[in-house]
């Protein structure tokens, strides 16, 4: 089971981290948000960078090769 959380308009990367792992703490669930066109998943044991990571990862191409 999984709980979902909606950021504030304006609210940054960082503090959408923070306050999804707190939801997962509080509620002992799987937390999901939508940042932008990325889906983020964080859990009770979760720390922001590995989030952030996750948001890195799903909108950075790696470089192609010429």
Known sequence: ????????TGEDL???????IAVAKASGNL??????????VATATSKPEEVIAQFNCKTHKPPTNK
């Open 14 to 20: 960082p503090t959408t981290a923070e306050r999804m």
């Open 1 to 8: 089971m999984y709980r979902k959380y909606e950021p504030d």
């Open 31 to 40: 937390v999901r948000t939508q940042f932008g066109d990325s889906d983020l």
